[in-house]
């Protein structure tokens, strides 16, 4: 059972990343999918999150209008459209799975997690 994230790499100021989270081993249909996000000397924060339908989405208030979560079950991947990225959204991000169901940006409610991507924002 593995979570694989994808899509990270180096961006100037203002461009755009999709991340992917896709899983291997089992269906993430029944999971509802967490971003999270850890900058060097910081804690992990919660991103968005997504239900298992997909109806319903949350979003830090620092990300809230340029960064979009979205997930396609029949590729059993969830997405992370980033716009108008800045240097502060720089860290490695992290998917994880949440059996429950439910949207959460609480950490301690997620069981499983990939090994995460690296996002940079510079020019």
């Known amino acids: 059972l593995q979570l694989v994230e994808s899509g990270g790499g180096l961006v100037q100021p203002g461009g755009s990343l999709r991340l992917s989270c896709a899983a291997s081993?089992?269906?993430?249909?029944?999971?509802?999918i967490g971003w999270f996000r850890q900058a060097p000397g910081k804690e992990r924060e919660g991103v968005s999150c997504?239900?298992?339908?997909?109806?319903?989405?949350n979003y830090a208030d620092s990300v809230k209008g340029r960064f979009t979560i979205s997930r396609d079950n029949a590729k059993n991947t969830v997405y992370l459209q980033m716009n108008s990225l800045k240097p502060e959204d720089t860290a490695v991000y992290y998917c994880?799975?949440?059996?429950?169901?439910?949207?959460?940006?609480?950490?301690?409610?997620?069981?499983?997690w990939g090994q995460g991507t690296q996002v940079t924002v510079s020019s």
């Open positions: 997504i239900n298992t339908s997909g109806g319903r989405t």
């Open positions: 081993g089992f269906s993430l249909d029944y999971y509802a």
């Open positions: 994880a799975t949440h059996g429950e169901g439910y949207c959460s940006l609480t950490a301690p409610v997620y069981a499983s």
